[in-house]
C-alpha cells in the first residue's frame, strides 16, 4: 500500500459559473487550462488543474449544521507573498473575514462568489516536524484556533524592515480560546 503523493485539484459545483471562474483566476493568478462554458479547469502551478469549476446551475448554499467542506487552503512560499496577495486582492475589493496566526500558519480566510471559505497561508515553521512539536505543545493545546492579525500592519513592519520569521512564527498565546471565539462568518 501507498500513500498519494499530492492532493491533485478540488472541483466546486456552482449556478455562478462566470463569477466563480473570475474569482478563481483573480485571487490565485491562475490561468485557465479549458473551458467550455460548463467546466472550467484552472492552474497556477505545475499541475494541469488545480481548481475544477462545474455549472451544475447550483443555487442553494448548505447551512452551518450540514455536512459537508468547511474550508480549502493554499500556501504561500513567504510571508511577502502571501501579504502582497492580499494587497492585491483589497485593491480589486477581494478582503479576507478573518486573519489569524493559528500557530503552525498565518492565515487569511476569504469567501469566494458562492460562500465558500478559502484560506491562504503561509507557514510559521521553516520545517513540518517543528510545526508538528508545536501542535503538541502545551501553548497549542489551549489555544488551537490562534490570535487574531491585522495583515496590513504585517505588511507595514515588513516593508519597514522587520524579518518575515519575526513577523509569521508561533503565537505564544496559551491563553485559552475555543470556537466560540471564532467569527460568526466562519460558520456561515
Known amino acids: ?10 472541483v466546486l459545483k456552482t449556478g455562478r459559473f462566470q463569477q466563480m471562474r473570475d474569482w478563481y483566476l483573480e485571487v490565485l493568478e491562475a490561468s485557465v487550462s479549458y473551458d467550455n462554458g460548463q467546466v472550467c479547469f484552472i492552474a497556477y502551478d505545475d499541475e494541469h488543474h488545480r481548481i475544477g469549476i462545474v455549472n451544475t446551475g447550483a443555487t442553494e448554499q448548505p447551512g452551518p449544521k450540514t455536512r459537508g467542506l468547511e474550508h480549502v487552503a493554499f500556501t504561500y512560499a513567504d510571508l511577502a507573498g502571501l501579504l502582497t496577495t492580499y494587497e492585491r486582492l483589497e485593491h480589486a475589493g477581494i478582503t479576507p473575514f478573518w486573519s489569524v496566526n493559528h500557530g503552525p500558519t498565518t ?6 462568489p458562492d460562500g465558500n471559505h478559502i484560506e491562504l497561508q503561509v507557514d510559521n515553521f521553516a520545517r513540518m516536524e517543528d510545526a508538528a512539536r508545536f501542535m503538541k505543545s502545551e501553548v497549542y493545546g489551549s489555544n488551537p484556533i490562534g490570535v487574531d492579525i491585522e495583515p496590513r500592519e504585517l505588511l507595514r513592519r515588513l516593508r519597514a ?23 460568526a462568518e466562519f460558520f456561515r
Do not use: N, Q, W
Open 161 to 183: 524592515g522587520e524579518s518575515a520569521s519575526d513577523l509569521a512564527k508561533a503565537h505564544s498565546s496559551a491563553e485559552p480560546r475555543g470556537f466560540e471565539t471564532v467569527p
Open 107 to 112: 492565515s487569511l480566510y476569504y469567501r469566494d
Open 1 to 10: 500500500m501507498s500513500s498519494p503523493s499530492k492532493l491533485a485539484h478540488i
